[in-house]
């Protein structure tokens, strides 16, 4: 899946998980439903870590490495944390 950079403004995370979630379909109201499902599931369930990490690098669009040099940690730390957050989202959508 590639990466892609999304508006703040939209505050959905469609680039993070939309390719992956089943049966998206084209009602827009659905679409929104699954979007604010996913929005409320970074909310609540990711760590502080996970949840700046995954904006910082989907909504903002920056590397991974940068990241990780603004916080002082290892690079393979930003990485686990957004590929840690990825699957929880992933499998909390998945129940909707």
Do not use: W
Not at 7 to 26: E, K, P, Q
Not at 30 to 43: F, N, P, S, T
Not at 47 to 74: C, N, P, Q, S
């Amino acid at each position: 899946m590639s990466r892609r950079t999304v508006s703040c403004d939209d505050v959905v995370f469609d680039a993070l998980v939309f390719d992956r979630y089943g049966g998206a379909g084209t009602n827009k109201a659905e679409l929104r439903r699954k979007l604010e499902i996913v929005y409320k599931a970074m909310k609540n369930e990711l760590t502080d870590k996970e949840f700046l990490a995954l904006k910082e690098y989907y909504i903002f669009g920056r590397k991974m490495k940068d990241i990780a040099l603004d916080r002082g940690v290892h690079p393979s730390t930003v990485t686990r944390q957004i590929r840690n957050a990825r699957n929880k989202i992933i499998r909390i959508a998945s129940y909707y």
